[in-house]
């Protein structure tokens, strides 16, 4: 076989990536059917295609690539380090420099009261071993009956049998027999979907007391821990009503459950600051980290953990661990993004400038005849589709068929928007300049007309 490169003409890639590449989330007949978009270089916020289009990346990649694409700094880091140490294990007494540097960095960089990290490879990972980590923590207390942890409907937490068994999505607990024993699931924060004639307020406390509810259902001490994401992001992009994350720390101070905040999208600058759980005033016992933390150059995450349950579990043997683990080349990656988001003010950048830019112009959009809500916190933002504002109607048509009208509308546009079923959503690199929100903004704006001719003229509208 020939030496497979950028330079090979689409379609040849297109019929190998089909023979032999199986895509996660996607129906491979159709892709193959289709023919994939293959990307083969992107810097700043722009990717670019093996057919020389431009598009504007406004997803970061997977909500990931906080820096941008094209970082030299961080490749340095990573050959730098892949010459000195490619690989060494953290289970058997031993340890290495760059997981050292980066475990003081987050204890740095996170809340007061999160000093310790455990390691994982990604973000469905770290939760695998949070959900191992509460029980141990409980159990080690003398409390092995506290197994039960509570998630939200429409949560996303990863795709492991364990992630995906905290996470609420229906279609994923319907293939292979999930959700896992010891899970339960209350309804999630959107009002725009499910608050009815409610105020935002009065929902927002409606859905944080089902929390209290299912504890006092199951009673207190079966309960281990309650999940959430500060902000919804794979759900929608769902923020949540300002009565909500308040309520739910009461309930979880008052019943003595461990708090999870899933920061793998929110943390590290999405939302305006380090964490999402400031953003929304949750004082979490464990963050679960992955996606931002190395902005997407290498697969890394990990759950960092408060000092009380860092005490506990200390004194025992936790017998949980991955190979890669506070991998080391991952770590001086992960190093090297926090050090130049420091250095850069990007966070800062984020909250003061950029963000309340790119809020006013996205709140805007509901001007546009199809667009019922906008919510947007930092550099994460939803826009909902809807026949008719007032009633906050969905479509006639099946759900996500809008949707993914205007996804591809996007694409042809120069675009990454995505859709969950009919609502829009953005996360862009954090760095995105002022005048390419602009260029988002228009070109958003352009793909929202020519969904909005389409389904008119197809008899959706
Ligand atoms: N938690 C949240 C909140 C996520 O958004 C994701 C990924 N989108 C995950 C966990 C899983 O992370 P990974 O894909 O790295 O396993």
């Given at each position: 076989m020939s030496v497979i490169t950028n330079h090979m003409p689409t379609e040849e890639l297109q019929a190998l990536d089909a023979a032999h590449h199986?895509?996660?989330?996607?129906?491979q007949?159709e892709l193959a059917e289709r023919g994939v978009r293959v990307i083969t270089?992107?810097?700043?916020?722009?990717?670019?295609d093996s057919e020389g289009h431009?598009?504007?990346?406004?997803?970061?990649?997977?909500?990931?690539?906080?820096?941008?694409?094209?970082?030299?700094?961080?490749?340095?880091?990573?050959?730098?380090?892949?010459?000195?140490?490619?690989?060494?294990?953290?289970?058997?007494?031993?340890?290495?420099?760059?997981?050292?540097?980066?475990?003081?960095?987050?204890?740095?960089?996170?809340?007061?009261?999160?000093?310790?990290?455990?390691?994982?490879?990604?973000?469905?990972?770290?939760?695998?071993?949070?959900?191992?980590?509460?029980?141990?923590?409980?159990?080690?207390?003398?409390?092995?009956?506290?197994?039960?942890?509570?998630?939200?409907?429409?949560?996303?937490?990863?795709?492991?049998?364990?992630?995906?068994?905290?996470?609420?999505?229906?279609?994923?607990?319907?293939?292979?027999?999930?959700?896992?024993?010891?899970?339960?699931?209350?309804?999630?924060?959107?009002?725009?979907?499910?608050?009815?004639?409610?105020?935002?307020?009065?929902?927002?406390?409606?859905?944080?007391?089902?929390?209290?509810?299912?504890?006092?259902?199951?009673?207190?001490?079966?309960?281990?821990?309650?999940?959430?994401?500060?902000?919804?992001?794979?759900?929608?992009?769902?923020?949540?009503?300002?009565?909500?994350?308040?309520?739910?720390?009461?309930?979880?101070?008052?019943?003595?459950?461990?708090?999870?905040?899933?920061?793998?999208?929110?943390?590290?600058?999405?939302?305006?600051?380090?964490?999402?759980?400031?953003?929304?005033?949750?004082?979490?016992?464990?963050?679960?980290?992955?996606?931002?933390?190395?902005?997407?150059?290498?697969?890394?995450?990990?759950?960092?953990?408060?000092?009380?349950?860092?005490?506990?579990?200390?004194?025992?043997?936790?017998?949980?661990?991955?190979?890669?683990?506070?991998?080391?080349?991952?770590?001086?990656?992960?190093?090297?993004?926090?050090?130049?988001?420091?250095?850069?003010?990007?966070?800062?950048?984020?909250?003061?400038?950029?963000?309340?830019?790119?809020?006013?112009?996205?709140?805007?959009?509901?001007?546009?005849?199809?667009?019922?809500?906008?919510?947007?916190?930092?550099?994460?933002?939803?826009?909902?589709?809807?026949?008719?504002?007032?009633?906050?109607?969905?479509?006639?048509?099946?759900?996500?068929?809008?949707?993914?009208?205007?996804?591809?509308?996007?694409?042809?546009?120069?675009?990454?928007?995505?859709?969950?079923?009919?609502?829009?959503?953005?996360?862009?690199?954090?760095?995105?300049?002022?005048?390419?929100?602009?260029?988002?903004?228009?070109?958003?704006?352009?793909?929202?007309?020519?969904?909005?001719?389409?389904?008119?003229?197809?008899?959706?509208?």
């Amino acid at each position: 076989m020939s030496v497979i490169t950028n330079h090979m003409p689409t379609e040849e890639l297109q019929a190998l990536d089909a023979a032999h590449h199986m895509h996660p989330f996607t129906t491979q007949d159709e892709l193959a059917e289709r023919g994939v978009r293959v990307i083969t270089r992107a810097k700043g916020v722009t990717l670019t295609d093996s057919e020389g289009h431009e598009i504007l990346d406004g997803m970061a990649g997977l909500w990931c690539v906080n820096i941008g694409y094209g970082r030299e700094e961080l490749a340095e880091a990573a050959a730098r380090q892949m010459r000195e140490l490619p690989y060494y294990n953290t289970f058997f007494m031993t340890t290495h420099v760059p997981v050292i540097a980066l475990s003081a960095k987050l204890a740095q960089l996170a809340p007061e009261g999160l000093n310790t990290v455990f390691y994982a490879g990604s973000g469905s990972e770290a939760n695998d071993t949070n959900i191992r980590l509460v029980r141990h923590y409980w159990s080690a207390m003398g409390k092995p009956e506290k197994s039960i942890i509570i998630s939200r409907q429409n949560a996303y937490h990863g795709s492991t049998l364990g992630g995906a068994s905290l996470g609420g999505m229906v279609p994923m607990h319907q293939q292979g027999g999930l959700p896992l024993p010891d899970k339960h699931h209350i309804g999630q924060p959107d009002w725009w979907s499910e608050g009815g004639d409610m105020s935002p307020e009065e929902f927002g406390l409606m859905r944080a007391r089902e929390l209290e509810e299912t504890i006092l259902h199951y009673g207190e001490d079966r309960i281990a821990a309650f999940i959430g994401e500060p902000v919804q992001g794979a759900g929608g992009v769902i923020v949540p009503p300002e009565t909500y994350w308040p309520e739910i720390q009461r309930i979880c101070d008052k019943y003595g459950i461990l708090l999870i905040a899933d920061e793998v999208i929110c943390g590290f600058g999405r939302t305006g600051n380090w964490f999402g759980s400031e953003t929304m005033g949750i004082r979490p016992d464990i963050m679960t980290i992955a996606k931002g933390l190395s902005s997407g150059y290498a697969p890394i995450g990990g759950s960092i953990v408060s000092d009380e349950i860092a005490k506990v579990v200390n004194a025992t043997e936790f017998n949980h661990g991955y190979t890669y683990s506070g991998h080391p080349v991952c770590s001086a990656v992960a190093l090297e993004n926090l050090r130049i988001m420091e250095e850069e003010r990007v966070v800062e950048t984020v909250r003061d400038v950029t963000a309340p830019y790119l809020k006013q112009k996205w709140e805007a959009l509901t001007d546009h005849p199809l667009v019922g809500e906008a919510k947007i916190v930092g550099m994460m933002g939803s826009i909902a589709l809807t026949p008719n504002k007032e009633s906050r109607a969905p479509f006639a048509a099946e759900k996500g068929t809008v949707g993914y009208k205007c996804r591809e509308h996007c694409f042809d546009t120069g675009l990454v928007m995505r859709h969950v079923g009919d609502r829009m959503v953005i996360s862009p690199p954090l760095v995105i300049k002022p005048e390419e929100i602009d260029m988002l903004i228009d070109r958003a704006t352009i793909a929202l007309d020519k969904t909005y001719d389409q389904i008119k003229s197809e008899g959706l509208y």
